[in-house]
């Protein structure tokens, strides 16, 4: 049989496998750069780039019939995404939260610095290791261009790269209504805090989302403070809601997630459980094709040399079961989670199948048990790609269903709030200043409460297919003050 060819996109209309494949050039190369980071031998990135390119043609190749958007879409989502990661201080013109102090101090360290180093601070040399896919393109930016070239190349990548993970999800609604509909959905997204603070903690303050001492994080706040963690997160539930509704095949929609290790291990690990009810249901029905295998396969071959990297001397960042009082995780999640869930559940009827809806709810109530680290980022990061689409599963009932829209709008509403605080805050202080200390200055003063392994690495524990042969030694003379100015701290310790 001959299979029939790829219908043409319509004139004007890129095609998703375009943007796809973009994505995916781009993550794939920030492995390549991870590998000039390391040292590694010219000859490997010269295959790595070979590589690179074959599966970004086969990509858009296999994902060609995904019907793209008009270019007037794409600029929206791209100018949605801009103004995301604007206000969230990126290109430092707006308020940065205080988690960008050891960002940028890191961003620093690996534009300053040659490729590859070790810092000779501690006792012995270590190795900066940690999911640093976010800046590696913005360092390397930053030998041509300065520092202050550093900080627009990461506006412009992640103003970019969320731009085109919004413009992928459009496909998944069909009329102008129903897309204009799911973005106001995912922007304003987010659990009950505000009530959750009115109720049990007195009032509301800068910061509202850690009301019950658990947090999941609205669509603003994982924009203005985690967009590493929330590009992954997003990745994988717009890979899983393109196979769900028919749009693509598995492979190309599971491509992305190796490539999100480097930017985000626990965004990856939310977005596993649905790949794995992806591969369950594929296999059950006998829809498994080679491209299936081969494409996520290749795209791990990539990832090889960064997942090795991010597993160095890993024993630090362990797992662990976490004690939670059944009353404070009961009106958590009676908040945050099963506010939409019920409503979907009773009233409306899920074209994303009941099996996806139960997958959710069932990780979404289970994570606040589990700790990866010494806080709570797992369920914080863990729960990006159920989150993701359970707002979907939203923005589908309020156009297709009218009994379930009366019970919906109200929590988005009040959930809406959260966001607009975290707004309200980019205007109401001043633009973070440059960051002109190290990581280790940067973390002593931000978070001394905390141990550093999470970030380092002692280069004698780094496994040798990787090691760099002669790192420069770096003991950074670090400034009276990190930053000029005072750099305002929210209300609450933790996000």
């Not at 879409?73 to 013109?93: D, Q, T, W």
């Not at 300053?112 to 590696?136: E, H, K, Q, S």
Request: glycine letters at 8%.
């Amino acid at each position: 049989m001959i299979a029939p060819a790829a219908p043409s996109p319509p004139a004007g209309r890129l095609t998703g496998g375009m943007l796809l494949a973009f994505l995916t050039a781009w993550l794939g190369f920030d492995q390549l750069l991870l590998w000039c980071f390391l040292g590694l031998p010219s000859w490997a990135c010269g295959l790595g780039l070979v590589l690179l390119a074959g599966l970004c043609v086969w990509v858009a190749r296999v994902a060609r019939p995904l019907r793209g958007p008009t270019p007037g879409a794409l600029l929206l989502c791209l100018a949605v995404a801009f103004i995301l990661m604007l206000l969230g201080g990126e290109g430092r013109f707006f308020y940065a939260n205080i988690d960008w102090q050891v960002r940028f101090a890191v961003m620093r360290d690996m534009s300053v610095n040659p490729w590859p180093f070790v810092y000779t601070v501690r006792a012995t040399p270590d190795l900066l290791r940690a999911p640093i896919g976010m800046f590696l393109v913005p360092a390397a930016t930053a030998k041509i261009a300065g520092l202050r070239g550093a900080d627009i190349a990461l506006l412009v990548q992640n103003s970019l790269l969320i731009g085109i993970l919004l413009a992928l999800g459009s496909a998944l609604f069909d009329s102008r209504r129903a897309k204009l509909t799911a973005l106001a959905v995912i922007l304003a997204f987010s659990g009950l805090d505000a009530l959750g603070r009115l109720l049990f903690r007195g009032g509301l303050s800068d910061h509202l989302e850690n009301w019950a001492f658990l947090q999941y994080s609205s669509t603003v706040t994982l924009a203005f403070w985690v967009p590493q963690h929330a590009l992954a997160g997003w990745a994988g539930a717009l890979g899983f809601l393109l196979w769900r509704t028919g749009k693509l095949p598995l492979g190309p929609c599971l491509v992305l997630l190796p490539l999100t290790a480097l930017w985000s291990p626990l965004g990856l690990m939310g977005a596993m459980p649905f790949a794995a009810l992806a591969g369950l249901r594929a296999l059950l029905a006998r829809a498994i094709r080679p491209p299936d295998i081969a494409l996520p396969a290749l795209s791990t071959l990539l990832c090889l040399p960064g997942l090795l990297y991010l597993g160095a001397a890993g024993d630090g960042v362990g797992a662990r079961l976490m004690a939670v009082a059944p009353l404070q995780w009961g009106l958590f999640e009676l908040l945050e989670v099963l506010v939409y869930v019920v409503p979907l559940l009773l009233l409306a009827r899920p074209r994303l199948g009941r099996d996806t809806l139960a997958l959710l709810t069932i990780w979404l109530l289970a994570i606040p048990f589990v700790q990866v680290g010494w806080s709570i980022d797992f369920m914080m990061r863990g729960s990006v790609t159920a989150l993701t689409i359970l707002a979907v599963m939203v923005a589908d009932a309020l156009v297709i269903d009218a009994r379930a829209r009366l019970w919906l709008v109200a929590p988005l509403l009040i959930g809406s709030i959260t966001g607009l605080y975290e707004i309200r805050r980019a205007f109401a202080h001043p633009p973070a200043p440059q960051v002109r200390c190290s990581f280790f200055k940067a973390w002593d003063q931000s978070f001394w409460f905390t141990p550093k392994d999470s970030y380092l690495a002692p280069i004698g524990r780094v496994p040798a297919p990787i090691r760099p042969a002669d790192p420069a030694r770096v003991s950074p003379a670090e400034p009276a003050r990190c930053w000029d100015g005072h750099w305002y701290h929210p209300n609450e310790r933790y996000i």
